[in-house]
């Protein structure tokens, strides 16, 4: 039963922390006396220091250990500072002491974190290459941004309704503008990794998970940027809205299969449609000579980001101003309102109608495709904003076929009930 005592599996854990950190350690230490300090024996028998301290004495023997390894790596760097100026090795050191405390309390973060460390240590060469010659200083820039507007900006903005009918979020907005930046920038590195003519259709595709509506946005900005990757944006955009259909089909399957059951013709039609739609304009931008493909630039654009989130922001007040001037006279026009902004929650609301049987799943069609009727409207007015003419176009086209499509399917299911009755 001792091999189980938790205290030893703790100190088993400190071990291996010390080992894992120490090995990597030692295949950088070199030779002779121009050699680094510390190796693969300093490293673990630090970490099981910082683990026996605080067996001991708790966090204060463990804090009086780790200030003790501080003062002999600070010696130890003083001492060979002609030699090797850097730092990691005796910061690695200090760091090993009190993931071997850590490891006593928490032995899983401990451990984890121990493996964050050594693959960092491991991945000097690739690191130092990735910043200093493929990441462009047009990149960190766009980075801190990011990190800005996330860590930042995020935090301190309000989350509560605000403005004109109490309509804007402007904690909900913001995420909308960081969703928009990150889309851009997935799409940029898609375009980095695979090459501007596969990789944005793929970027659209996946980013529409997050967002349909800011993934056209971040494609139409990407296009009237670099006029070459005009159908490779086209294509990325419109294959979004697949993501569309698929969040609707799973929201619904979570809470009415009867609904789904009836709108499982229209949804079909309205994805094959973006499917066919999307891969003709992925076609075109595979066959289609990019000088630009390769060119580096800005991750995003924080402008266009901005410019999403205030039309968003008028389309939200406009939406309230509609509810408050012709109230709740119907579920078709709640819904229609609602889709301005997500089709998801206003396919929500009239599924759970149907759920708690206040509605019946033939009565929700009209309703659901309302709301994805006023969505489309959505997207195409941001298609036109967001990009120049050509963009719009080409884009708009596909997102009413899209919507025609879904409104097909449901008068195919109504012409094939009539069938039915009269045979």
């Known amino acids: 039963m001792l091999i189980f ?20 350690r030692e295949r950088r230490k070199g030779e002779g006396p121009s050699r680094s300090p510390a190796g693969l024996r300093t490293f673990t028998i630090t970490s099981l ?51 071997g405390g850590l490891s006593m309390q928490r032995p899983a973060l401990a451990a984890g974190l121990a493996v964050t460390v050594a ?17 462009t200083e047009g990149e960190l820039n766009d980075a801190l941004i990011f ?42 590195v898609a375009v980095r990794l695979l090459g501007a003519r596969f990789g944005l259709p793929i970027a659209g595709l996946a980013s529409g998970f997050i967002s349909s509506t800011a993934t056209i946005g ?17 294509a990325g955009a419109v294959l979004s809205t697949i993501a569309t259909i698929v969040q609707l089909a799973l929201v619904l399957a979570a809470t009415s299969t009867a609904t789904l059951r009836i709108l499982s013709a229209p949804l079909i ?28 630039g800005r991750a995003f654009s ?20 509609l509810r408050e001037w012709f109230g709740e006279t119907g579920i078709i026009v709640a819904a229609a309102l609602a889709g301005f902004v997500d089709t998801h929650s206003a396919a929500i609301s009239v599924a759970s109608l149907v759920a ?10 009209l309703p659901i495709l309302a709301g994805l009727s006023t969505n489309t409207i959505s997207k195409m007015v941001l298609a036109r904003i967001s990009s120049r003419r050509s963009f719009a176009l080409r884009v708009i086209p596909g997102l009413i076929v899209v919507a025609l499509a879904a409104w097909v399917g449901t008068l195919l299911v109504d012409i094939g009930a009539i069938f039915e009755r009269l045979g």
């Not at 005592?5 to 990597?24: R, T």
């Open 147 to 188: 990190a800005g507007a996330t860590l930042v900006v995020l935090p301190l903005v309000p989350d509560r309704p605000m403005g004109p009918y109490g309509a804007l979020n402007p904690h909900l907005i913001w995420i909308l503008v960081i969703l928009v930046m990150a889309i851009s920038a997935a799409g940029y």
């Open 119 to 135: 693959v960092l240590l491991a991945a000097k060469s690739k690191l130092h290459r990735f910043v200093r010659s493929v990441l």
């Open 5 to 24: 005592d938790p205290v030893i599996l703790n100190i088993a854990v400190a071990l291996g922390i010390g080992l894992l950190i120490g090995a990597e």
């Open 269 to 296: 039609c309205a994805g094959l449609t973006a499917i066919v739609y999307g891969m003709v304009f992925t076609v075109r931008a595979l066959q289609q000579k990019t000088e630009n493909e390769t060119r580096e």
């Open 356 to 365: 708690s049987g206040k509605m019946s799943a033939t009565d929700a069609v």
């Open 49 to 99: 220091a910082g683990a026996i301290s605080f067996i001991v004495g708790g966090e204060m023997l463990l804090a009086i250990a780790t200030l003790g390894v501080i003062i002999l790596t600070v010696a130890a760097y003083w001492r060979g500072r002609e030699d090797d100026p850097g730092l990691t090795t005796e910061i690695a050191l200090i760091v090993t002491v009190m993931l």
């Open 302 to 321: 924080l402008s266009t980001a901005l410019g999403f989130a205030l039309t968003l922001s008028i389309i939200l007040v406009a939406s309230a101003a």
């Open 218 to 234: 971040a494609m139409g900005a990407r296009a009237a940027k670099t006029t070459d990757l005009l159908a490779a944006a086209v």
